[in-house]
């Protein structure tokens, strides 16, 4: 069974923090991705990375930014978090010729 | 346009009714078709892939037409277990596009 883990669950943070959102995965999956998720707007890809030290921006990157130093864990770093950042943020993982797998989710709320 | 398109919902039906899920897609190069069950503030979980040929999975059935760029979920006999917000994916490459999704509540 694919497991993807995120380091929290619910998070809340005050706007121009810094944060860390970090997902692991334990089955040597090439490609990572972080998304969004927001009512009425479904699922946005904000980066994803197929390699270590690679990353791509996806829909949204603008206030993101992304770290993969190692294949199983992939992090999604908010700079200065802004309130318009307080979303459901997912990560998933994936190998070619398979599927998405995904984490939890985070819920992060920028006060 | 977007590139994937779903009924807007949401489905309220009865237990036991039959409900079919359409989904639109726009990509011809697309590759991989998928159906996605994400239940409330939870992540989405593969419910099943979907193949030319159609595919049947107990009360399941999808259906792709490549040709028309068209997939299909139908649910049988539907259970309260199955309210949740179903998501149908495409796939091409490493990108995979979402559709916004497709609430349904089955009514006890």
């Known amino acids: 069974d694919v497991k993807v883990t995120q380091s929290s669950r619910y998070l809340v943070k005050r706007t121009g923090e810094k944060v860390f959102l970090e997902c692991v995965q334990d089955?040597?999956?090439?490609?990572m991705f972080w998304y969004r998720q927001d009512p009425g707007l479904g699922l946005r890809l904000i980066y994803f990375s197929y390699d270590v030290k690679m990353k791509e921006k996806g829909d949204i990157p603008e206030g993101y930014s992304v770290s993969r130093e190692k294949k199983e864990r992939f992090s999604l770093i908010l700079e200065s978090a802004s309130t318009n950042q307080t979303s459901m943020y997912l990560c998933?993982?994936?190998?070619?010729?398979?599927?998405?797998?995904f984490g939890p989710g985070t819920r992060l709320t920028v006060l | 346009r977007k590139e994937v398109e779903q009924d807007p919902g949401p489905f309220n039906v009865p237990e036991g009714a039959t409900v079919a899920f359409n989904c639109t897609y726009s990509n011809s190069a697309s590759q991989s078709f998928f159906w996605y069950r994400q239940d409330c503030r939870k992540e989405p979980k593969l419910l099943m892939s979907v193949y030319s040929s159609g595919n049947e999975d107990g009360r399941f059935t999808a259906q792709l037409n490549r040709a028309s760029q068209y997939i299909s979920l139908l649910i049988r006999d539907s259970k309260l277990s199955d309210s949740a917000t179903y998501l149908c994916v495409v796939n091409y490459g490493q990108n995979f596009v979402f559709g916004p999704g497709t609430r349904l509540s089955v009514l006890p």
């Open positions: 998933a993982s994936f190998r070619a010729s398979d599927t998405q797998y």
């Open positions: 089955m040597d999956h090439e490609n």
